[in-house]
């Protein structure tokens, strides 16, 4: 039977990341990435529940192996597309795949996702990730949201606002910040 360290390697690799994209998105070394998956060392129960939702698996499946891989959640939403975290572009909408939500998530709104194409949102979201969003007008400062700008051009960034007007931020430090009054 696959090991713990044999799991969190194959899980990397499946997603395409390296050890470094792991530590980073983790908030730990590249060397304890590293004696996790040779088995030198055993991650604390904080960091195998990230690692579980980095790769979008239980816990149960990390620890034994026995469980499905994926996280049965239970109501199917459509991704529409991709979303860039980068130079906002051109908003497309077209089915690429599906994602489950929580049921209980239905009676909160209109949900779809968007796969991320580009890295300005990393090391918190991947180029290549889904991300599950809900459909409303406004957002609070510090949310995280797919933004219109210039009336079709979409970008995924987090918001601030203040009195001289709004904010995109991205995570990645190499980005720079959009303002619009």
Known sequence: MEQLQERLKKLRKDKKLTQTDVASYLGLTTSAVYKYEMGKAEPNSETLQNYAK??????????????????????????????????????????????EIPQEWTTQGEYFGLKVKGNSMEPRIMNGDVVICRK??????????????NGNDATLKQIKKDTNGIALVPFNQNYSPMFYN
């Open 54 to 99: 980095l790769f979008n698996v239980s816990l149960d499946y990390l620890l034994t192996g026995v469980e499905d891989k994926k996280i049965n959640l239970g109501f199917k939403i459509p991704v529409l597309g991709t979303i860039p975290a980068g130079i906002p572009i051109e908003a497309v909408e077209e089915i690429l795949d599906y994602e």
């Open 136 to 149: 409303q007008d406004n957002a609070d400062s510090g949310d995280i949201c797919v933004i219109m700008v």
